[in-house]
């Protein structure tokens, strides 16, 4: 079983940044794939941004491409996702995920994801 934890959400200002982090459990997180998505309610769950276990490949949704950076530390079994520029529609609850399969690919569909944090709410007001 993998544990993820996500940190770092909050209230921020339209064009502030914050860094949200994914802890994880697992021995093995270096041969995971991660990804991070949003939510809001009522909605589904929408792909933001994913890399492979090396960091090398990664992948953005069109909407934060340009303004959000993911990246991991292997070491410390950590992945974030710093978003900058940040605007009022970038509000949701924001989950990191480890894949487990296709540990060199970075993929934006959330059913090949294996395991899912508890979500860290992020508000960005105008």
């Known amino acids: 079983q993998v544990q993820l934890v996500e940190s770092g959400g909050g209230l921020v200002q339209a064009g502030d940044s914050l860094r949200l982090s994914c802890g994880a459990s697992?021995?093995?997180?270096?041969?995971?794939?991660m990804g991070w998505f949003r939510q809001l309610p009522g909605k589904e769950r929408e792909f933001v941004a994913a890399?492979?276990?090396?960091?090398?490949?990664?992948l953005y949704a069109d909407s934060v491409k340009g303004r959000f950076t993911i990246s991991r530390d292997n070491a410390k079994k950590m992945v974030y996702l710093q978003m900058n520029s940040l605007k009022p529609e970038d509000t949701a609850v924001y989950y990191c995920?480890?894949?487990?399969?296709?540990?060199?690919?970075?993929?934006?569909?959330?059913?090949?994801?294996?395991?899912w944090g508890q979500g860290t709410q992020v508000t960005v007001s105008s």
């Open positions: 697992a021995r093995t997180f270096s041969s995971f794939a």
């Open positions: 995920a480890a894949e487990i399969d296709f540990w060199d690919q970075a993929t934006s569909t959330p059913t090949l994801y294996d395991y």
């Open positions: 890399l492979n276990w090396n960091g090398r490949n990664t």
